[in-house]
């Protein structure tokens, strides 16, 4: 039996929402999501941040210098994409455009995903090569990232080609 909102479109997921409804609904759900990225990105950069004001700060080497500047930039631009989705928000509210402001957004978050597990994996790097020897932190700072690759990518990308074929 049909509902005041069953016009006949049903999404993949069997939801009867019209495009803007579903635009809603994933603008809610991405938002969510970032909430979390967004929180341990702003904790990791900010721990980034003060680490320059250490007295430590001043005797790295300039490999460990370059690697902490690099950490810093691909950071910054992390925090960057995970929060733009607010400022895109903010230009595209009312303008009817929310379906493609949602695609725009993911794909920001998507990015903003990317640099995050690379910040995270430059700053293992650089700490592991203040605590330990240069090759063991290298491998340490790889086994983490294929760690991430694995939880971040290839987990997700698994369960919609296992759970999609069950349908």
Same mark, same amino acid.
């Given at each position: 039996m049909a509902t005041q909102w069953d016009d006949g479109r049903r999404g993949q997921h069997g939801r009867v929402e019209t495009e803007e409804q579903r635009a809603d609904r994933m603008w809610v759900d991405l938002l969510q999501e970032l909430r979390v990225a967004q929180t341990g990105m702003q904790v990791l950069f900010g721990a980034l941040l003060l680490a320059v004001f250490q007295p430590t700060f001043s005797r790295l080497g300039e490999t460990d210098r370059a690697l902490y500047i690099s950490t810093v930039i691909v950071g910054a631009?992390?925090?960057?994409? @995970? &929060?733009? $989705?607010?400022?895109?928000? #903010?230009?595209? =509210?009312? !303008? %009817?455009?929310?379906?493609?402001?949602?695609?725009?957004?993911?794909?920001?978050?998507?990015?903003?995903?990317?640099?995050?597990?690379?910040?995270?994996?430059?700053?293992?790097?650089?700490?592991?090569?203040?605590?330990?020897?240069?090759?063991?932190?290298?491998?340490?700072?790889?086994?983490?990232?294929?760690?991430?690759?694995?939880?971040? @990518? &290839?987990? $997700?990308?698994?369960?919609? #080609?296992?759970? =999609?074929? !069950? %349908?």
């Open positions: 631009c992390s925090v960057g994409l @995970l &929060i733009s $989705p607010v400022s895109l928000h #903010r230009v595209v =509210a009312g !303008r %009817r455009i929310k379906p493609q402001a949602v695609n725009v957004a993911s794909w920001m978050a998507r990015l903003g995903l990317v640099l995050l597990a690379a910040t995270t994996v430059l700053v293992l790097l650089l700490l592991m090569r203040l605590a330990i020897n240069d090759a063991v932190a290298a491998w340490l700072a790889f086994g983490v990232g294929s760690w991430l690759v694995l939880l971040w @990518l &290839i987990l $997700p990308l698994w369960a919609v #080609r296992h759970y =999609a074929d !069950r %349908r």
